[in-house]
């Protein structure tokens, strides 16, 4: 890989490591139960606007194998499965009061998905196994690089990746911008919902994450450096959102 991303992705494990081991978990079982209203508030109501958009990029065929990394709520693997419901979908996700909000979230409405809690940096399936991997606002917490060489691991040859995040915009003007934005929204929100003290306490991580993290050309030239093929991204206002697909190449 690159020397510009291996630097990078260190800079960011020596920042931020010890908030992702130490405190992340503590936020996720705060927010789970308000985590899904609260975007919607944050976002000023493109939320759900955005997952179906992200949703409708995503081909699938009848009974394909799909993979929901940092699945939390499941809200992508319900929307899925509204498509298809033939797809056999399994969720990864460390926070295990998130996905117990997902799996009731699936249970209500009739749907299956299978749910592993675990380290998504080391995924537990074996190589070659899925059609199709998502991963979803969760990779500016993730030592990212390792991740995608997992994803790709597990993928078929041939199959998809296909990501959706919060991402650095590409102009600077704009990213200051949405760094007072986001300031200004995660306190209200906190407000809003009476977060506890954790989730308030990280808000000034979620900033610094951001700061440190990709722009969406970025992130395609990673997906490029870690082996995937046909990258392509959708920026969406300005790069503070993109949605990218990659496919594996190859044989294995």
């Not at 020596?14 to 976002?43: G, H, I, M, T």
């Not at 906190?190 to 994450?209: H, M, T, V």
């Amino acid at each position: 890989m690159n020397s510009i991303f291996v630097d990078r992705e260190q800079a960011r494990a020596n920042r931020f490591e010890s908030v992702w081991n130490e405190q992340l978990d503590e936020v996720f079982a705060d927010v789970a139960p308000y985590y899904d209203q609260a975007n919607r508030v944050a976002s000023l109501g493109f939320w759900d606007g955005w997952r179906r958009r992200f949703v409708s990029t995503i081909a699938v065929e009848p009974g394909a194998r799909v993979l929901d990394v940092c699945a939390g709520t499941n809200a992508i693997g319900i929307e899925l499965l509204r498509r298809e419901p033939t797809l056999q979908i399994h969720a990864i996700d460390r926070s295990r009061a998130m996905q117990e909000v997902g799996q009731q979230r699936a249970e209500a409405l009739g749907m299956k998905i299978d749910s592993t809690i675990g380290d998504v940096h080391e995924l537990p399936f074996p190589d070659n196994h899925f059609d199709i991997v998502t991963l979803q606002f969760a990779s500016r917490h993730l030592r990212l690089a390792e991740v995608l060489r997992e994803i790709r691991r597990v993928l078929k040859p041939g199959g998809h990746f296909h990501h959706s995040d919060m991402l650095r915009p590409g102009s600077r003007f704009v990213e200051e911008l949405y760094y007072v934005y986001l300031r200004a929204c995660l306190t209200v929100t906190a407000w809003i919902f009476s977060s506890g003290e954790a989730a308030r306490g990280c808000r000034r991580y979620f900033i610094q994450a951001l700061r440190m993290f990709y722009s969406p050309k970025e992130l395609s030239e990673l997906l490029t450096q870690v082996g995937f093929g046909e990258v392509a991204h959708e920026p969406i206002f300005a790069g503070m959102l993109a949605f990218h697909k990659a496919r594996k190449m190859g044989t294995g």
